[in-house]
């Protein structure tokens, strides 16, 4: 893959690291970042070492959400026309695992993309927020939509509101996030968590990341029929025999993923 400028893409194992890299502007994600992240998600989702793809930004900011200098001189038509935020959709359209590694500030659009990953884990330092109320604006990615069913009305109310932050200990007694760790430890502690996700099998992981979306997305009883004929079809998988197979016979299963 060629080398991108605003973006860190490493391989690790089976796992994708991306490191949104403008240091110097806290990672707002500007077009060419976005641009940036969606090439190295292509690439992820069709390589087939790839299992799970972690994302972080610096110990300083997740990202501190769109880049303000580039919204600024844009009118309704210019959105009309062109929506910007369409192709950050990408992150939340991606079918193998994704882990959000938040340190520092996660704003706006970056609590939204943090927000578009399965699972967030948070250092002790991290910051979330939805400021734009600040700059005249509304979130655009999800801070309203996302957040609310994460956090409740309320406390999605007042974020929105009054573009407060929450230190990353609300996050987790909120269920914003799923883990807190000492700053320097997240990212070693979230390649842990990547790691034993991506030993999994990989068609396996996929089915249970869209079974639990569907909770998002569907009643209650057509989200249970999803996930009854979901779980079914992992019984036409190799890798469903190997792990029964191999709990039975006290093994490890070795998946292959088929
Ligand atoms: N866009 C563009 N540039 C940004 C930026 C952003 N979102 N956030 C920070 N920067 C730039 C600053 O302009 C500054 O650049 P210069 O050195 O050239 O002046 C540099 O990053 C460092 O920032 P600060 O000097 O402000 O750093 P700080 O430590 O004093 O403050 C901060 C950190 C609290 C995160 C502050 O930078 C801040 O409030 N940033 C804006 C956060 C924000 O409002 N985000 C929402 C954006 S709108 C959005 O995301 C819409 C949506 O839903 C999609």
Known sequence: MKKLDNIIYEKIKKVGVITLNR???????CDALIRDLNEALDDAEKDDNIN?????????????GAD?????????????KRDFIMPWERLSKFKKPTIAAVSGYALGGGCEIAMMCDIIVAAENSRFGQPEIN??????????????????KSKAMEMVLSGNMITAHEAKELGLVSS????????????????????????????????????????LEEGMKSERRLFQS?????????????????????????
């Open 52 to 64: 799970v793809v972690v994302l972080k930004g610096s110990e300083k900011s997740f990202a501190a």
């Open 180 to 219: 807190v760790f000492p700053t320097e430890i997240l990212i070693n502690k979230a390649l842990e968590l990547a790691n034993n996700i991506a030993s999994k099998s990989l068609p396996v992981l996929i089915m249970a990341k869209e079974a639990v979306n569907r909770a998002y997305q569907l009643s």
């Open 234 to 258: 992992t019984f036409s998988l190799s890798d469903r025999k190997e792990g029964m197979k191999a709990f039975l016979e006290k093994r490890k299963a070795k998946f292959i993923n088929k």
């Open 23 to 29: 240091p110097k502007y806290l990672n707002a994600l």
């Open 68 to 80: 303000i200098s580039e919204m600024n001189n844009k009118d309704f038509v210019d959105l009309l």
């Open 135 to 152: 700059l005249g604006t509304i979130p655009a990615a999800g801070g309203t939509q996302r957040l609310t069913r994460s956090v409740g």
